[in-house]
């Protein structure tokens, strides 16, 4: 074995995972919020999902509403991520674009994705049955999957996916062009999940 080496790993691609503060009170609002979404328009939108229920985009703007409540909650995980970054934004730049749910049903999963014109995107994790899908990420550098040799062991290096089991209170943050889906639910209940994208507005 060589003795002297160092492999040096640069330009990670960062996914920050939280566990929300006291998230089994404000599921039961959110869970209860976005089935009755479901109610009023049950055919939803068509994006990545499969088979899966997609929402409209959540209005924010009621004060009083469980998912403004939600948002507000977020600005302390939303302001450490851009801390770790080091970006220097004045907080009153940061907006949430877009929010919206998905459910996923028995068999249902989410095709390789990113999130355009945003900065950040997150999910944030309402309910989440065993085997009900992971959260998977694709290596952006698409040429580590033109050409290689056979694999003897997976490691950093060679492999071009990564999963992640979740659990319901995780928040996850990821810059938006970082291609990831979401795996067949296998179990018996729903997956709800909340995704939304945050931008910088350079013009405040």
């Not at 939803?44 to 088979?51: A, F, I, P």
């Not at 992640?164 to 979401?182: A, C, M, N, Q, T």
Request: glycine share 4%; proline share 4%.
């Amino acid at each position: 074995m060589i003795q002297n080496r160092q492999i040096l790993k640069f330009f990670p691609q960062p996914v920050f995972k939280y566990q929300y503060k006291n998230f089994q009170k404000i599921n039961k609002d959110l869970t209860k919020y976005i089935y009755d979404l479901r109610d009023a328009d049950k055919d939803g939108l068509e994006r990545s999902n499969v088979h899966g229920w997609h929402s409209k985009n959540f209005n924010l703007k009621n004060s009083d509403s469980i998912q403004n409540k939600f948002l507000i909650s977020l600005k302390e995980y939303i302001f450490d991520v851009f801390e770790n970054y080091g970006w220097n934004i004045n907080p009153k730049q940061i907006v949430c674009t877009e929010m919206w749910a998905i459910i996923n049903s028995k068999n249902s999963f989410n095709v390789t994705h990113t999130h355009p014109n945003s900065y950040l995107s997150a999910a944030y994790y309402v309910k989440t049955p065993e085997n009900c899908g992971k959260f998977l990420i694709e290596n952006p550098n698409t040429v580590s999957s033109h050409s290689f040799p056979k694999i003897a062991k997976k490691n950093d290096l060679n492999s071009n996916t990564r999963g992640l089991d979740i659990k319901e209170g995780d928040l996850l943050f990821f810059p938006s062009y970082l291609p990831h889906r979401v795996g067949k639910n296998e179990s018996d209940e729903d997956r709800i999940v909340i995704s939304f994208n945050i931008n910088v507005n350079h013009f405040v």
